[in-house]
Every structure is written in structure tokens, then in C-alpha cells.
């Protein structure tokens, strides 16, 4: 089969499986705390993917073996977006919700 089927295929495959994800998400009803996890996830997802050069942090050279494996694992695991959305998100879902605040569907969008 040729490449570019197979790539209009993988990006209309994607399509379907982000919509499917979107449909799933609006029917779920949005909270003020979904809202702000979403927009937290995505920003840092997003932007690891498109700024690179963070990953500049984690080239510091350690002469303590432990470290430098840590580091090496990290740089391994961060440097894709979507592990890194998957971590924040996890992450902000594990936090307690905050006292005072509906954890029922916002009505005001």
C-alpha cells in the first residue's frame, strides 16, 4: 500500500478517535475543576511538544551513578507531550477537590 494511504488513513483514524474522545468529554458535563485540569494538561502537553528545548534542563552530568540515571530516565519519559499531559493530568486528578467548591456540573457553560 502505498505511504501517503496509509497516511491519510492514520490521520483520519486519529480524527475519529479524537471526536469520539470530545463527544464523550462534552456529554460527561464539564466541572470548574475538569475545566481547569483539561486546560493545564493540554498547555503543558502542547508545550513541551513545541518547545524542545526545555528538555536543556535535564543535560546536567552528575558524577553520582543514581542521579545520572534518574536523569537519563527522565529525559527518556519527558520527552514526549503526551506522556507528559498523561503525568499532569494524573497528577492534578490525584489533588483533593477544594472545600466550597460543587463538584456538580457547571451550569454557567
Known sequence: MPRPVW???????????????????ATGGWTYRS????????????GVSTVPEWMA????????AVV?????????????????GAIAATLLNLLPMTPGVSPTRDQTS
Open 35 to 46: 475545566k481547569i485540569i483539561v486546560a493545564i494538561t493540554l498547555s503543558m502537553g502542547l
Open 57 to 64: 534542563l535535564l543535560d546536567q552530568t552528575s558524577d553520582h
Open 7 to 25: 497516511g491519510g488513513a492514520t490521520v483520519v483514524l486519529f480524527s475519529m478517535v479524537t471526536v469520539a474522545g470530545l463527544r464523550i468529554a
Open 68 to 84: 545520572a540515571i534518574a536523569l537519563s530516565s527522565l529525559r527518556v519519559v519527558l520527552v514526549t507531550g503526551l506522556a507528559v
